[in-house]
């Protein structure tokens, strides 16, 4: 036998009045009594609702967009230095000893007959864009051509004399440390720069970039009898990526570790 379950209606919640005491249905507004308004009548509990939760400020990302720009302009300005060769940025290169100029010789020397003067100069490590770079004039020893004419002579000799009176050329070159070698032992070899006999030059010679050592050389081997009063100002230029205040540094520092 099967049974019909129903369900139940909804009882309505009742209220009671806080002053009286008597029953109120749950949509009254007042007590039905006393008139007492309903809202004053004890609230059921109120339901806690969880606080709202709290978001964490993050901080925001920098503008890296300004230091791009302050990197850019720094790099623009350093290649700008390096490369330009306004009077700016060559007063910089030297204030920061990038640009380099060393005197290798600026004076006055007399070169004997059939015989020839050099000068060392080494070139550094970091080195860029070297060259030699200067003047020189050259003439007949006036000194020891006259002690010549003093003596006595023949008629040849007269003849030779006149003859090196018109000899005031000298030979300037600037050679590799191996090539010296070579010129030295009085074999022919190659010479970065070759002035040829003359009795003035300006010498400009280029240099590959890096360390080395090279001579310049005054020859006056041309001449079996006749000395030259020389006169010569010649500067080495370059471009060093090590300042000399660097290299300084770098070289107390190997002394002091004994290396």
């Not at 204030?95 to 070139?123: C, E, M, N, W």
């Not at 000194?143 to 003859?163: E, I």
Request: hydrophobic fraction near 40%; proline fraction near 7%.
């Amino acid at each position: 036998m099967s049974t019909n379950s129903a369900t139940p209606p909804t009882a309505k919640v009742l209220l009671g009045c806080s002053k009286c005491g008597a029953s109120l249905p749950d949509e009254a507004q007042y007590c039905l009594k006393c008139g007492k308004p309903v809202s004053s009548s004890p609230k059921s509990p109120a339901v806690v609702e969880p606080p709202p939760a709290i978001e964490i400020a993050r901080p925001r990302p920098k503008r890296r967009w300004v230091l791009w720009i302050v990197l850019v302009i720094l790099a623009a300005g350093a290649l700008w230095t390096v490369i330009s060769d306004s009077t700016a940025a060559q007063e910089v290169q030297e204030f920061v000893g990038f640009k380099q100029d060393r005197t290798i010789l600026d004076s006055a020397f007399t070169v004997g007959p059939h015989t020839f003067r050099y000068y060392k100069f080494a070139l550094p490590e970091g080195s860029v864009n070297v060259a030699v770079v200067g003047q020189f004039t050259a003439a007949a020893d006036n000194q020891s051509t006259g002690n010549r004419k003093s003596q006595p002579s023949d008629k040849n000799s007269d003849k030779n004399n006149k003859a090196s009176d018109t000899d005031t050329g000298i030979e300037s070159l600037v050679l590799t440390e191996p090539a010296f070698t070579v010129w030295q032992n009085g074999y022919a070899t190659s010479s970065i720069y070759d002035s040829g006999n003359v009795a003035e030059g300006a010498v400009q010679a280029d240099i590959p970039a890096g360390a080395g050592i090279y001579y310049l050389i005054f020859s006056n081997k041309s001449s079996p009898k006749t000395s030259k009063a020389v006169h010569a100002t010649v500067v080495l230029r370059y471009k060093s990526w090590l300042p000399n205040w660097v290299r300084r540094m770098k070289g107390r520092f190997l002394d002091w570790v004994g290396l």
